[in-house]
């Protein structure tokens, strides 16, 4: 008797693999009968980001048995929140699915932003219905943002300061012969 149980379990195992595996050719299917599935990420470089900079979104639409019109009209509503689901930074596009499929945006994080772990969500409305994507990250202490531009901009400043120095100690040298 134990032995016929570890046949079935061991067969029902083998039969389960081989059905999500996608052997028997199965288009897919969805939790819950959704007819979209949202993925949201974060790129690597940007889970940890400081106040005052853009966070970079990357939305990526499925639909998991594949009879969705193209054309569809869906609206994306991107928001930044803090652990206590307060409102930190929101933005709304929409426009045609087949378009929206793997798109981009970008999210500004605010200067007083204080640091800590905040949450991206993406809502996408579909047919009066709603498709939720979160992903994680880290605000970083803020700081003196140094970039080559700037650095350039000083560099520049400086000379030209230095310059005008040189030219007034060389005309009040002049003037007192």
């Known amino acids: 008797m134990d032995r016929q149980v570890v046949v079935i379990c061991i ?12 052997f028997f050719k199965t288009t897919g299917f969805a939790v819950n009968d959704q007819k979209l599935l949202v993925s949201l ?12 900079q853009s966070l970079l979104l990357e939305v990526t639409l499925r639909v998991p048995n594949g009879d969705i019109d193209q054309t569809s009209t ?66 970083s202490k803020g700081g003196f943002n140094l970039n080559l531009n700037t650095i350039v901009y000083i560099l520049i400043a400086l000379i030209l300061l230095t310059f005008l120095l040189i030219i007034i100690k060389k005309i009040r040298d002049r003037s007192y012969y």
Request: proline share 6%; hydrophobic share 40%; aromatic share 8%.
């Open 41 to 52: 990420d974060i790129p690597p470089d940007q889970q940890k980001i400081k106040p005052g």
């Open 74 to 139: 869906i609206e994306l509503e991107y928001s930044i929140r803090d652990l206590d689901g307060n409102l930190v930074s929101s933005k709304k596009e929409s426009g045609a699915i087949a378009v929206k499929e793997s798109t981009v945006t970008s999210l500004l994080i605010p200067t007083n932003t204080k640091p800590g772990v905040y949450s991206a969500f993406v809502a996408v409305n579909y047919e009066g219905e709603i498709y939720e994507g979160s992903k994680t990250f880290e605000v």
């Open 11 to 22: 067969s029902a195992l083998l039969l389960a693999i081989l059905f999500f595996s996608g």
